[in-house]
């Protein structure tokens, strides 16, 4: 199947931030506990998709780098925020990155799981990028940014991008910020389910 003309062009930057901006506005989990691991982990066992993100540290120096601070999964009920330097998630992301019932789905998640994989041993399996699945049938932009605005008509804040993602405390704008992100992701895979482009 091939896109129609109106999604098959390059969206600029001033389309993009004439767009109205939308946030997750949904529960967001900060995993902290035990308990709220366990509910996190049965939400995510009974859900078919989950949108994938991470985020990591940034570095200024050439040469420097960081490990992922950060992995966000999003549900049809919540987004699950994992802070990957404060407690030990390795059983349970290794289980949903290789499950074969849940996609993970994300933008440029090659990336993602080649860092994640250097915190922890897992083989993926279902894992689905979306800037993959439109340059498949001739998009060139294959951004977050621009696919929320072509395929959902808005556009999502990226303040929070460079901010210190391995801080002990998130800020209300990261947590905002990181949640939308793995949220947009899940809606732009059922928009492209919708679409036959997966």
Request: glycine content about 6%.
């Amino acid at each position: 199947m091939s896109l129609p003309p109106e999604l098959l062009r390059d969206v600029s930057r001033d389309e993009v931030n004439e767009l109205p901006i939308r946030r997750y506005e949904g529960p967001v989990v900060l995993v902290e506990t035990a308990p709220m691991l366990e509910a996190a982990m049965a939400d995510l066992r009974a859900e078919r998709v989950a949108g994938f993100d991470t985020e990591t540290r940034p570095a200024f120096k050439v040469g420097q780098s960081y490990p992922p601070a950060l992995a966000q999964l999003a549900t049809a009920r919540a987004v699950y925020l994992f802070q990957l330097q404060q407690l030990d998630f390795e059983p349970e992301l290794a289980e949903l990155m290789a499950s074969e019932g849940l996609v993970k789905a994300g933008v440029s998640v090659r990336d993602d799981v080649r860092a994640l994989k250097k915190l922890y041993a897992f083989s993926e399996r279902q894992v689905v990028d979306l800037g993959d699945a439109v340059k498949r049938h001739g998009l060139k932009q294959s951004g977050v940014r621009n696919l929320a605005g072509l395929f959902l008509g808005y556009r999502i804040p990226k303040g929070a991008k460079t901010t210190n993602w391995a801080a002990a405390r998130l800020s209300e704008q990261q947590i905002i910020y990181a949640a939308t992100d793995a949220w947009v992701c899940r809606e732009l895979y059922l928009r492209f389910e919708t679409l036959g482009l997966l």
